[in-house]
């Protein structure tokens, strides 16, 4: 965690990076559209590091994932994407042999996958598949969990311990769409959860797998991990021994990363993706505790967090606060915290 950096750190978030891992809603694009500075800045990220795009979302292939990217103005091919249900099919690889028929409750992204690596696809548990796969397609509902629920429930028993197996492709609670903030599939996987009574193997952020697909395809041994979600990207990074950065351009804001706990905090905390490219000011330690990030300064006095000087009042007061509050040791609900700060 970058709270406290010797001058011989790196001196912009890229430095000593050989791939960058970028989540694709709320850092890339919002709906159909790019975010500010998103594409530029990835672009010229790749100038001097591998670039692969990780996306928990299973409704869509890699190759209609890239063809997005590509509208937007990325410079991107389809085995730069590494999806949840890529992640998956390892996995199910290790429960299920190839050839085997698998229940799909999703999309175009999961069969996709199943087809390649050689699977038959149902979608009836009338028809006894070997396992389930389910992830997130906006067309999903009552029809799909039900038949998935049929399946996991009908071959349990002694020669089956726990049922067939079962893989989600992230859960996800939320998801950001054009209109707003819409269910993810963790509601759907809940749903299904509440019918047969067990937790099904997770591929997606933030579990390893999908990370651990990224460290192979792309050889990586000092990657950096770009998300807007601490639960998931940040968490699933740190899980996955990877640096990362939050960008404050999707769901989580300065309210969730003052309170993020030790394992979701980032190393980096970015306005918009133009800071990947941009010197980041360490955080120094002055006299009587106060922790000061360029000309922002914060400190924790008992139970008060103490803003001393606001500096311009914009992204490096937010790291200021983090840092002191961080340090603390001290839980947000135990702290007296200026509202200014959650803006």
Not at 109 to 134: F, N
Not at 304 to 316: A, F, L, Q, T
Request: proline share 6%.
């Amino acid at each position: 965690m970058a709270l406290f950096r010797a001058k011989t750190e790196p001196a912009t978030p890229l430095d000593g990076v050989d791939a960058v891992f970028a989540d694709l809603d709320g850092v890339v694009y919002q709906g159909h559209g790019a975010i500010p500075y998103a594409v530029e800045s990835l672009n010229l990220a790749k100038h001097g590091s591998a670039v692969g795009y990780l996306t928990n979302n299973a409704s869509r292939s890699d190759v209609s994932v890239a063809a997005h990217l590509a509208e937007l103005g990325l410079d991107v091919v389809p085995s730069e994407v590494v999806t949840s249900p890529q992640a998956a099919m390892h996995l199910l690889g290790e429960q299920v042999e190839p050839g085997a028929l698998v229940l799909v409750v999703g999309g175009e992204g999961i069969i996709t996958e199943l087809e390649r690596r050689g699977y038959r696809v149902t979608r009836s548990a009338d028809d006894a598949p070997a396992a389930v796969v389910q992830g997130f397609a906006p067309d999903v509902g009552w029809t799909q969990l039900a038949e998935a629920a049929f399946a996991l429930n009908a071959h349990g028993g002694p020669d089956v311990p726990g049922g067939i197996p079962w893989i989600a492709t992230n859960m996800d609670w939320t998801i950001p769409v054009a209109r707003g903030i819409a269910p993810g599939n963790g509601t759907l996987v809940s749903a299904v959860h509440t019918a047969v009574g067990r937790f099904p193997l997770v591929a997606g952020k933030p579990e390893r797998a999908i990370f651990d697909e990224a460290v192979r395809r792309f050889g990586a041994s000092a990657p950096l991990m770009v998300g807007d979600r601490l639960d998931t990207d940040i968490l699933g990074a740190r899980r996955a021994g990877i640096r990362s950065a939050v960008v404050l351009t999707g769901i989580d804001r300065a309210k969730q990363l003052l309170a993020a706990k030790a394992d979701s905090r980032p190393d980096y905390i970015l306005e918009d993706l133009r800071g990947l490219h941009e010197p980041y000011p360490e955080t120094e330690e002055r006299r009587g505790g106060v922790l000061r990030v360029g000309r922002a300064a914060v400190k924790v006095d008992g139970g008060r967090v103490v803003v001393v000087d606001e500096g311009d009042g914009g992204i490096d007061l937010l790291r200021a606060a983090c840092a002191a509050i961080w340090g603390s040791g001290l839980p947000i609900h135990a702290l007296d915290v200026p509202e200014r700060l959650y803006a």
